[in-house]
């Protein structure tokens, strides 16, 4: 009875999971879709994104900021065309190429270095931020503001003069810009030999009164990321850290908000930082950890932006008097090892988890570790993977222990029980009495099996976190034609193999929590751990009942085919797990004489 009520309660669960996401999440998600591509045609009948392009540059961002809000060129260029619209700063570090816009002298072109779009060597890099006048322009900035319009402030069209043509690691390149009425205004940029830039902003006052100035720093994208399949698994969209509290709503959170300004995402902090993060990127701005901040997030519809934000506390530079300011801006992929480093050695509050590692984080963490210590001795994700499950099976070896003899002990009474069957009927009351006493006086627990499927939930799902967001497993090689773990087996069994010249993989699909199943797109992995999961099955006592046993038996027809689309790394693990289980299990049954 206990078996039949968890298989029930286990379909009931994936019965309605999966009618959420086909009646709700696919809808909703379709309709969010249909109404971008709407937006993006109006525009496109206008010629233009903002009608006033100078008005929008001094006018105040929504909520309680001054940042002057920056709207986007028409979309009619591509990225070389936009790059070569201003005078560029151009950067060369280890790990990043790029350039600084000397026009508004923010930095809106970055290519990683280390990562390319996809597992093919001579695939292009994986570029990070784009200029405005792009289809989707993203970059981040910083300036100053002011209460009193007479002032004038470096804006959108601001040109700096730089000191140097190209910054490098371990250098500084200083953009100046004199505003004509007796403030110079100073920005110096360096990068380390990773992803982080120190920006130093100053002022000097050559005017004979008091100005009031506030620092600003944020980060804009320009359209909204389709990753609707993903909204379960991963969250995309603002990130940031106030008073040590994380602050992350996703883009749907901020649009929603943006037509009521006095409910805007808006955090006062001492210190703190503010970005836009994506699956393995992240953008952000990070203050100063002795600066009063007001850190806010919004989305402004007419020109479909995203804007993550802080303003700082207002200086008063006196006549013949210079201050400044000093932020950094993260613009990586997100490595833990990488963002811990930053975390504790600038003291960045929460940086790590930019790297959404979901509910069971207290879980997916060390696991993640032990991952990564175990690759950097063996040399390989996957060998890794191998050995983790193996000292995951040690750690409950005890449990497995008790559960598979006590599925044993079940296999031998398989005859007395179908004896009862035959001898009952359907009277179900007294067959369910004389079962319970069967196993009272035989000292067995028919739910004994299920503790190790129990235990062993967190690790999946840890797990699969772990390959879905790790960056490290991002194009992490196997063996053969597995030459990414965090995607799924690229084969197809309709295609052969990839004998036959066709993909299948697209042909039909259903929805499901974290992406799609594609039904004809079941590789290798995924056949081998349906073949290890049925095997294991055939060890276990047959379910008295018809139908549930049935129900058994198509179970592993149906975890293959929600496999199918999942990492080959988490099918790597099951399918090795299955197998280490059935020779536990087959050992056990051997030792107790139990007929397999």
């Not at 696919?26 to 971008?36: C, E, G, L």
């Not at 930053?342 to 696991?367: C, E, H, S």
């Not at 095997?535 to 975890?559: C, G, H, S, W």
Request: with cysteine; hydrophobic share 40%.
């Amino acid at each position: 009875m206990e078996q039949k009520n968890l298989l029930i309660a286990v379909v009931l669960t994936v019965a309605i999971l999966l009618g959420w996401q086909f009646l709700y999440e696919t809808p909703k998600m379709r309709a969010h879709q249909a109404a971008q591509q709407q937006a993006a045609e109006q525009m496109a009948k206008q010629g233009q994104i903002s009608p006033d392009p100078q008005a929008a540059q001094n006018a105040a961002a929504p909520g309680q900021t001054t940042i002057p809000a920056e709207q986007s060129a028409p979309q009619t260029v591509d990225r070389a065309a936009a790059l070569a619209q201003s005078p560029r700063v151009t950067i060369d570090s280890p790990r990043l190429k790029g350039s600084i816009s000397l026009k508004g002298g923010r930095l809106d072109d970055l290519t990683l270095k280390d990562y390319r779009e996809t597992v093919d060597k001579t695939s292009p890099n994986v570029v990070l931020l784009s200029p405005l006048g792009t289809k989707e322009a993203y970059y981040a900035d910083s300036g100053w503001t002011s209460a009193d319009p007479k002032v004038a402030v470096p804006g959108a069209d601001t040109l700096w003069q730089a000191d140097s043509d190209s910054l490098a690691a371990g250098q500084t390149v200083t953009l100046s810009w004199d505003n004509g009425q007796g403030l110079i205004f100073r920005r110096a940029f360096t990068v380390d030999d990773n992803y982080m830039f120190t920006v130093t902003q100053s002022v000097e006052n050559k005017t004979g009164a008091d100005v009031k100035l506030r620092p600003y720093a944020r980060v804009k994208r320009f359209g909204t990321p389709a990753h609707p399949s993903q909204s379960y698994v991963l969250h995309e969209g603002m990130i940031g850290n106030f008073n040590g509290t994380l602050a992350d709503p996703s883009y749907a959170k901020v649009r929603d908000r943006a037509q009521e300004p006095e409910k805007l995402f808006t955090y006062a902090s001492t210190g703190g930082w503010a970005g836009i993060t994506d699956k393995y990127w992240l953008v952000a701005q990070i203050a100063d950890n002795q600066e009063a901040v007001t850190g806010e997030y919004f989305y402004e519809p007419k020109t479909d932006s995203y804007q993550a934000d802080y303003v700082g506390t207002e200086r008063s530079v006196a006549p013949g008097a210079t201050v400044d300011t000093t932020q950094k801006l993260f613009a990586g992929a997100k490595e833990v090892n990488l963002l811990r480093d930053y975390r504790d050695n600038q003291q960045i509050a929460n940086f790590d988890l930019a790297i959404d590692f979901g509910w069971y984080w207290f879980f997916t963490k060390p696991l993640m570790l032990l991952l990564y210590w175990l690759h950097h001795h063996v040399g390989n994700f996957g060998i890794a993977i191998l050995i983790l499950t193996v000292m995951v099976k040690a750690l409950m070896f005890p449990l497995a222990n008790k559960s598979y003899k006590s599925m044993s002990r079940m296999k031998q009474l398989t005859p007395q029980i179908q004896a009862m069957r035959e001898k009952y009927g359907d009277d179900k009351m007294k067959l369910n009495q004389e079962m319970t006493a069967l196993y009272k006086r035989e000292k067995v627990n028919p739910a004994a099996g299920c503790l190790p499927v129990f235990v062993q939930i967190p690790v999946f799902f840890s797990l699969y976190k772990v390959f879905y967001v790790s960056m490290e497993m991002r194009q992490a090689p196997f063996f053969g034609w597995i030459k990414d773990l965090s995607a799924p087996d690229p084969t197809s069994w309709m295609n052969l193999f990839g004998l036959l010249p066709w993909d299948p993989s697209h042909w039909v699909t259903l929805p499901v929590v974290g992406g799609l199943i594609h039904v004809l797109s079941i590789g290798v992995w995924p056949l081998i751990m349906g073949f290890t999961m049925w095997l294991q099955q055939r060890l276990n006592p047959t379910p008295p009942d018809p139908v549930q046993a049935k129900l058994f038996t198509a179970m592993p027809i149906i975890f293959t085919f929600m496999l199918g689309s999942m990492p080959a790394g988490l099918v790597i693990y099951w399918a090795w797990n299955n197998t280490l289980s059935i020779l536990q299990q087959r050992f056990i049954m051997w030792r107790m004489g139990v007929k397999a």
